[in-house]
């Protein structure tokens, strides 16, 4: 391997593992209905390692993750995990509900806004995940696709 490719790939670790490692701060709430009418409120999840995980019907990674964050969500519900989708798509639940009807996404889904995006930090690109503690803090952030293995490392660390 050339210097040059061991420098970038060291500086890719790093870019992960900065992503990864945040001061624990809290997390903005929200308070959204999901696609059967009932309003998810993520300080009513406290106690709960909770996954916010920003994403669109569109975006080609976020369709890639949805499988992997399904399994490891079903793996870890029963030890205190939640996974909750926000999706952005502009057409709101006109562009999201025939995406639900084709796609078994069992963890629970809504519709964010510019507002909430701008609550956490400003969502540059699509999919970005935040890890909330027990405690409601961000303890991790991730943007881009998440595979699943990956996933679930950041999971168990969490729980």
Not at 75 to 85: A, H, I, N, R
Not at 94 to 113: Q, S
């Amino acid at each position: 391997m050339k210097p040059v490719h061991v420098v970038a790939a060291v500086l890719l670790v790093s870019a992960f593992a900065l992503s990864t490692a945040l001061a624990a701060d809290p997390a903005p709430n929200f308070a959204l209905k999901g696609v059967d009418g009932k309003t998810i409120e993520l300080k009513k999840l406290a106690g709960k390692v909770v996954v916010v995980n920003f994403w669109a019907t569109w975006c080609p990674p976020c369709r890639r993750e949805i499988p992997g964050m399904v399994n490891v969500y079903e793996k870890y519900k029963s030890k205190g995990l939640e996974v909750v989708g926000i999706a952005l798509d502009q057409g709101g639940w006109d562009d999201v509900k025939p995406y639900l009807a084709k796609n078994k996404i069992t963890y629970p889904i809504v519709i964010g806004d510019q507002k909430l995006t701008e609550q956490y930090g400003g969502i540059e690109a699509i999919p970005t995940t935040f890890i909330v503690d027990r405690k409601g803090n961000i303890i991790a952030k991730h943007v881009g696709a998440l595979m699943e293995n990956d996933f679930e490392k950041a999971v168990k660390a969490a729980l």
